[in-house]
């Protein structure tokens, strides 16, 4: 079988849906090179190679690079379906698989992966551009899929429906820590603590600055914490500024927390281990997600989670972390406070959220995501 696979979000700064395409055809490759052949789309160009990852930019450079791939406009759909259609044609591939929501045109099986339905569900909290984009483009080209592959039951049940997709035309693929994410070892985390100024307790998110996560929720009832306990740890919001972070920085300073909570910033994907791994407990409060993927990552790297009970978070968790209402700040902030007093508790928390996370692969998730490959082709 040769399956042609959309490679285009390997080129941005590394983000979910560059993360997944990333894994994903790396395990496809590394499961079924002997069997199938493989074609990658980079947009202007199709090649055998799976690209890796860009080099480490500074952050001036990120945000340069990012407004250009989150603008769609400026590289316009048209010509990108262009350039594919005339690639595919020379391609032949017996399967087409768009790893990031809008298909492109093409006269065979398709596949589509639909990471989950943010932009229908909260539009307020996406770049205007990116909402026009999603509405112009995908709500018509959804129904050309022969089959829908997303990353939870969660997000299924919201495809289903907010598209009005029948059921049995989507299959949920569950998303993985890397292969490599395990905690360091305690010389490693002794260094990283020194080079980092953390050998103080912190508690730590990982994401994106954006509404969507709900970080002004966490930054105030972080304040009421400090503000019952001022020797509580310090709190790290690890992710790039994106959209609307403003209202987010500006409460930090209206909460007069400008020197208990740290920016540092993107976190390379080869440095988050030692993050998760030095934190008292990992946060995440985020009000959606699809899967929700640094919840496994910090439980892989042995960091307690307390995460939201929303979308698909507690499908994603499970019994392994502490489950809290997104918008009850006092919740949180009791939240906190117990995981800081109780180190059974956190070791409680680190065991079974290590467990949960050897759950979750790549491997497994290419292995499903090839089953459909396989039932679309047999069907056509």
């Known amino acids: 079988m040769k399956i042609l696979l959309n490679a285009f979000p390997l080129l941005a700064p590394k983000s979910g849906v560059g993360y997944y395409t990333y894994h994903l055809l790396h395990a496809l490759r590394r499961l079924y090179a002997e069997r199938d052949s493989f074609v990658y789309f980079y947009g202007r160009r199709f090649s055998t190679a799976i690209a890796e990852r860009p080099p480490a930019l500074d952050a001036a450079a990120r945000r340069a690079l990012k407004s250009v791939f989150d603008n769609p406009y400026r590289f316009t759909q048209p010509v990108k379906e262009f350039i594919f259609r005339c690639g595919a044609a020379v391609v032949r591939p017996d399967l087409y698989h768009e790893t990031n929501y809008v298909l492109m045109p093409f006269r065979g099986p398709r596949v589509v992966t639909v990471f989950d339905m943010s932009v229908k569900r909260f539009p307020e909290t996406h770049p205007p551009a990116r909402v026009r984009f999603f509405n112009a483009w995908f709500d018509c080209r959804l129904g050309d899929a022969d089959h829908i592959i997303t990353i939870s039951e969660s997000a299924k049940r919201d495809i289903v ?220």
């Open 161 to 380: 429906e907010i598209m009005g997709v029948r059921p049995e035309v989507v299959t949920v693929t569950h998303l993985a820590p890397p292969p490599s994410f395990a905690r360091p070892d305690e010389a490693a985390l002794a260094a990283f603590r020194t080079a980092k100024g953390l050998e103080q307790p912190f508690l730590l998110y990982v994401g994106n600055l954006e509404p969507r996560k709900n970080l002004e929720m966490l930054v105030r009832a972080y304040a009421a914490l400090v503000h019952r306990k001022p020797a509580a740890p310090r709190l790290v919001l690890a992710g790039e500024p994106s959209w609307l972070s403003d209202p987010l920085f500006a409460e930090i300073d209206r909460l007069g927390l400008r020197d208990r909570v740290l920016l540092p910033g993107y976190v390379p994907e080869d440095e988050l281990p030692l993050w998760y791994s030095t934190a008292l407990a990992f946060l995440y409060p985020s009000r959606y997600e699809g899967f929700g993927l640094p919840v496994v990552e910090a439980m892989a790297c042995g960091s307690p989670v307390l995460c939201a009970n929303a979308s698909s978070l507690p499908e994603v968790a499970g019994d392994a972390a502490v489950l809290l209402p997104p918008d009850d700040e006092e919740a949180w902030t009791n939240g906190m406070d117990e995981i800081e007093e109780s180190v059974e508790r956190r070791v409680l928390l680190r065991d079974k959220g290590m467990r949960r996370a050897a759950l979750f692969s790549w491997d497994r998730c290419a292995k499903e995501t090839h089953a459909v490959y396989e039932r679309v082709v047999h069907s056509s």
